[in-house]
């Protein structure tokens, strides 16, 4: 006996769907001989999964511990029971209908090195059909993937925001010892940013030194933390491609000023409501000073995502500070 069976998502196959929409398609098999099915399964889940191997050298041997996390984010069902009556030869469809919850993180696959951590993570969703038999016969069983984009609970202000940070630079000079000071000050517009949108920023530099400034560097950084119960805290950095800008030099005595706009890829959107991984975005204001200064680094938190109106979860994620533990 054989079941052939698809599992058909709207409006596409590579449709990505919003926490908190509605799931709509249909399972369509066909059978080529009577067949009785005890139940018919249609399911919704969505877990995560942090696989974290540590290589240990000792003298000259290298082994490897091998950690391995889960956790569900959700999991539906629709059944529907045949009670062991005979289904005819033919093709049938049977609509499929899930609500995601709003509380649940985007998908995700990504694979990384940090140190002597290899790190592989994955959040995945999926629709399965399992067609289930009485007896000893093996049931039959087929799933989709479809990818969920979450949303975010805004813990940023969404007006106007002034940072700042200075560093001083001792200078030694025709036998005398002076303190110089390079000082920064930077406004963004909103800190809280849809997908795809864009981030505004101003700021102001001054460069009360006898050193030349040789440029200030702007980029968008992605800051991926996992959290693994080993090692507490697994933390990796990553330059958002095309986001980086450089401005001109800063001579001694002189001012910088600089507006800036940086456009955000589509695919970047912060990532919350997971206890093994979180990604969070900055803005980098990075002074770059000649050698042997080291250099001076603003960093402007900004969360990327479409706000959730209503949060039906029973947990909220941790706050902003908690969930990234940079400082």
């Not at 033919?90 to 209908?97: A, T």
């Not at 985007?106 to 969703?125: D, E, Q, W």
Request: hydrophobic residues 35%; neutral net charge; charged residues 25%.
């Amino acid at each position: 006996m054989g079941v052939l069976s698809e599992i058909n998502i709207f409006p596409s196959p590579d449709a990505i769907h919003e926490a908190g929409s509605d799931i709509f398609g249909f399972v369509k098999y066909s059978i080529d001989e009577e067949t009785v099915f005890n139940e018919i399964d249609i399911s919704l889940t969505g877990r995560g999964t942090l696989i974290v191997i540590e290589s240990v050298k000792s003298g000259d041997r290298q082994t490897e511990h091998i950690f391995r996390y889960t956790e569900d984010y959700i999991k539906l069902n629709n059944t529907i029971v045949n009670n062991d009556n005979v289904t005819p030869v033919g093709v049938y469809e049977i609509p499929i209908h899930f609500k995601l919850a709003t509380n649940i993180p985007s998908s995700l696959k990504y694979n990384t090195t940090i140190g002597n951590y290899r790190i592989n993570c994955t959040i995945a969703y999926e629709v399965t059909v399992t067609f289930k038999r009485s007896g000893f016969k093996f049931d039959k069983t087929l799933s989709k993937p479809i990818q969920v984009i979450s949303g975010i609970v805004p813990r940023l202000p969404r007006k106007p925001v002034t940072y700042g940070h200075q560093k001083k630079i001792l200078i030694l000079q025709f036998f005398c010892r002076w303190t110089g000071l390079v000082n920064i000050k930077a406004d963004i517009e909103t800190s809280v940013i849809e997908p795809s949108g864009k981030i505004k920023l101003s700021y102001i530099i001054f460069n009360d030194t006898n050193i030349t400034i040789k440029t200030v560097q702007i980029k968008l950084v992605e800051l991926y933390t996992f959290s693994d119960k080993i090692s507490s805290k697994l933390l990796k950095y990553n330059d958002v491609k095309d986001t980086e800008s450089k401005t001109r030099t800063i001579k001694s005595g002189d001012t910088q000023c600089m507006e800036i706009d940086i456009d955000l890829p589509p695919e970047k959107t912060t990532i919350e409501f997971s206890k093994l991984v979180s990604r969070n975005y900055f803005v980098h204001i990075i002074v770059v000073l000649p050698i042997p200064y080291r250099n001076l680094v603003l960093k402007i938190p900004v969360q990327i995502g479409n706000e959730i109106v209503n949060n039906n979860g029973n947990e909220n994620p941790p706050a902003y500070h908690e969930a990234i533990e940079i400082y």
